[in-house]
């Protein structure tokens, strides 16, 4: 044992036997390199910073409005983007900033745009441009809407920036289009609310299912969806033997929509059980009706910017 207590073998190199190792390696990776390059007294190389004076901000943005007008988005968000490190509190950083958002929008960059909008946002609540930039944040969540079978996670997020900016900017002229992106937004979240319901119906969890149809009529009121869900809760109603929920589900189809193809199945079905539509005002499918109003028809596809 040593005088560290451990066996010679595990006390690390000598220092000799480093020093040759190291010699070793320095020859190997520096080939015909003298062993005085190694001589750690030598001077070291002086830094010599950069003096080149930086772009001016106002030049930066021009060439980032060239780039941009000539098609070249990628190279134009990289020029307003320098704004903000070469000259953060000059007058045109709050413009380089926004143009970095909708740059990075242009070029289907959705997680830049995001990131460059709301540092727009939270650097500049008040300004004229807040608005856009809002528009900004919430059409690059709607740019990434899934199909109705896959994680509805964009949509939330696409609807929750949406009702920001009707909130906040109520008056803008991004308002009316806000609307409209809504509507289509809310669909896609019903849709995926009906196909995990007609599962769960197609396995007989007529429980789940009804959770699932419940979510369309009481949140979704306005979508395609609605008139299906309602049948389908009286389909499910029906084969858990709960009648009065089946009968106030196809009562509330026929008024509110008559010639939907959608009750005359409904009612088909009652009709096969011997009962007929008839409205329980107490039933939470009748409360969630009361001042109804359809404003909008189908809705197809989803819109994009």
């Known amino acids: 044992m040593t005088r560290q207590g451990l066996p010679a073998n595990h006390r690390g ?3 000799r036997r480093g020093i040759a190792l190291a010699l070793g390696t320095a020859l190997l990776l520096g080939g015909c ?3 005085s390059s190694l001589n750690p007294f ?3 190389e002086v830094y010599k910073p950069d003096m080149t004076p930086p772009t001016p901000a106002d030049k930066l943005y021009n060439e980032g409005l060239a780039r941009l007008q000539s098609g070249d988005s990628e190279g134009a968000s990289k020029k307003f983007e320098d704004i903000d490190k070469s000259a953060p509190f000059s007058p045109y950083a709050r ?10 929008f242009q070029a289907s960059k959705w997680e830049e745009a995001i990131t460059a909008s709301k540092r727009f946002i939270a650097q500049n609540p008040a300004s004229p441009d807040a608005a856009y930039a809002q528009y900004i944040l919430a059409m690059s969540y709607y740019n990434q809407i899934p199909d109705a079978t896959r994680d509805q996670e964009r949509t939330a997020q696409a609807i929750q920036a949406f009702e920001e900016l009707l909130a906040r900017y109520p008056k803008s002229e991004y308002a009316l289009d806000a609307k409209e992106k809504l509507l289509v937004a809310r669909d896609q979240l019903a849709g995926k609310e009906m ?3 007609r599962y769960y119906l197609e396995k007989r969890n007529y429980t789940g299912a009804v959770n699932r149809f419940r979510e369309v009529i009481i949140k979704y009121q306005t979508t395609r969806h ?3 869900a309602l049948m389908r809760l009286t389909e499910a109603y029906m084969a858990m033997g709960i009648t009065n929920e089946a009968q106030t589900a196809a009562a509330v189809l026929g008024h509110n929509f008559p010639d939907s193809s959608w009750y ?3 009612y088909k079905l009652l009709q096969s059980g011997g009962l007929e539509p008839r409205e329980d005002r107490g039933s939470y ?3 969630a009706f009361q001042g109804f109003s359809r404003t909008v028809g189908g809705i197809i596809g989803i819109n994009r910017f």
């Open 42 to 44: 030598d001077k070291p």
């Open 95 to 104: 413009k380089g900033l926004l143009m970095t958002a909708y740059t990075n």
């Open 285 to 287: 499918i009748s409360r």
């Open 33 to 35: 390199d003298t062993l």
């Open 13 to 15: 190199l000598s220092p």
């Open 195 to 197: 196909n995990v319901g």
């Open 226 to 228: 609605v008139e299906e």
């Open 264 to 266: 005359k199945d409904a």
